[in-house]
């Protein structure tokens, strides 16, 4: 059973950054997407950015210009990189695997809170 581990979350003003990373427990096996997700309070679980094994990149349109998604094959990592947060930022975020290339994620990691303060 592959599980992915979250870490960087915490409090942060807004206009500050931080970084999110996730690590898959195994690198035998390389996934084709993976890729961040946030759920705010009261809010659907929403898509913030997903990176294919090729290296091609989607991002929210909240989350374009400010965050950069990146991903180390071999060793089955993905990371998050966020700028300029916002309050609205707030939110647990997850890390999410697939070997698909469509719909939703097969392994999701077990969320890190990020909280921006205004």
């Known amino acids: 059973q592959v599980q992915l581990v979250e870490s960087g979350g915490g409090l942060v003003q807004a206009g500050g950054s931080l970084r999110l990373s996730c690590a898959a427990s195994?690198?035998?096996?390389?996934?084709?997407?993976m890729g961040w997700y946030r759920q705010a309070p009261g809010k659907q679980r929403e898509l913030v950015a997903v990176?294919?094994?090729?290296?091609?990149?989607n991002y929210a349109d909240s989350a374009k210009g400010r965050f950069t998604i990146s991903r180390d094959n071999a060793k089955n990592t993905v990371h998050l990189q966020m700028n300029s947060l916002k309050p609205e930022d707030t939110a647990v975020y997850y890390c999410?695997?697939?070997?698909?290339?469509?719909?939703?994620?097969?392994?999701w990691g077990q969320g890190t809170q990020v909280t921006v303060s205004s």
């Open positions: 999410s695997a697939s070997f698909l290339d469509w719909g939703d994620p097969e392994y």
């Open positions: 195994t690198s035998r096996f390389s996934f084709n997407r």
């Open positions: 990176i294919t094994r090729g290296g091609s990149s």
